[in-house]
């Protein structure tokens, strides 16, 4: 039998990050899973076998420590998905109203934290040609008003996935924009989430990603949905 790859996914205890995971566990991978509620991760994991809980915040550097510990353990990492993220201050404000405390906190979320774990996770993700996917949005590249600081913070992880690519031509770096779903995230920010599709959609589209292994580059769940 083939060996089990391994994949850390964060933000996993509900939304896409949830839906990736029953993905991929559908596919045998042995996987971590990240959120900072225990009991809901927990829930997750019982639910998928072959996955183990870590639970914690990301912008932790203990946590981080732990989570690679985790992975390492487990024979890994073949895959890391920096899925965890925050709208930042909600309802979303105009930039002229933005707070800057809440924006450097989005920043610390969307952007260093996945910065982190991909510098601890290289060398090993290095040796084993391995692969790392990191959840935008097209508020990284529309005008859209009131999206601004959420907007500014996956633009700079849209910036840092292009070099990382440039800089890891072993590796392959994936950036996409999942689409809207119907999810937690996007009834907090005000949206219409129940008109949206459900995570489960965009995650098939990711898992498609993540078998077909195409060059690294920025892709939208929509056209990889649409590729089938
Ligand atoms: N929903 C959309 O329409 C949409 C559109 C474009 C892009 N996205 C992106 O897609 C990704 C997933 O979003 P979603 O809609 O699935 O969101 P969600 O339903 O709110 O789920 C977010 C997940 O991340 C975890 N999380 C949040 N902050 C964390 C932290 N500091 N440390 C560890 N875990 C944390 C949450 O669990 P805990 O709260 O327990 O930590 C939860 O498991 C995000 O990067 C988001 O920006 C979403």
Known sequence: MAERRTALIT????????????ELAR??????????DPDALAAVAGELGHATPVAGDVTDP???AALVRAVRERGGPDLLVNNAGTLGTTPLPRLADQPLDDLAAAFGVNVLAPLALV?????DLRERRGAILNISSDAAVEGYRTWGGYGMTKAALE???????????????WWVDPGEMRTDMLRAAGED???????EESAAALRRLITDRPPSG?????DLAGAR
């Open 11 to 22: 933000g996993a205890s509900r939304g896409l990050g949830r839906a990736l995971a029953r």
């Open 27 to 36: 596919d045998g991978w042995n996987l971590i899973i990240n959120a900072r």
């Open 62 to 64: 203990g946590h981080r």
């Open 119 to 123: 510098q601890a996770l290289l060398p």
């Open 159 to 173: 910036q840092l996935s292009n070099v990382l690519a440039a800089e890891e031509p072993g590796l392959r770096v």
């Open 193 to 199: 989430a129940d008109a949206a599709p459900p995570p």
């Open 218 to 222: 920025r892709y939208r769940a929509a």
